[in-house]
């Protein structure tokens, strides 16, 4: 039994515009700021009431 088949070349791949317009916006403006984790909300809220100056507790 005998398999004929063509051997296909890597095509190549056409113009994206969305990564042309993004590597000319990144000229432009510069780079992103990289991406920080979001705090979780107990840890991001401020305390109901402030403490006293005078008031600190040993650790």
Same mark, same amino acid.
């Given at each position: 039994m &005998?398999?004929?088949y063509v051997a296909k070349g890597s095509? &190549? %791949?056409?113009?994206d515009q969305n990564k042309g317009v993004r590597k000319l916006a990144r000229? &432009?403006?510069?780079t992103? +700021? +990289?991406a920080h984790p979001? #705090?979780?909300k107990d840890k991001r809220k401020k305390p109901k009431h402030k %403490?006293? !100056?005078g008031?600190? #507790? +040993? !650790?």
């Open positions: &005998r398999l004929w095509e &190549r %791949k056409g113009f000229e &432009r403006v510069g992103v +700021p +990289p979001i #705090e979780p %403490k006293p !100056a008031d600190e #507790e +040993p !650790a």
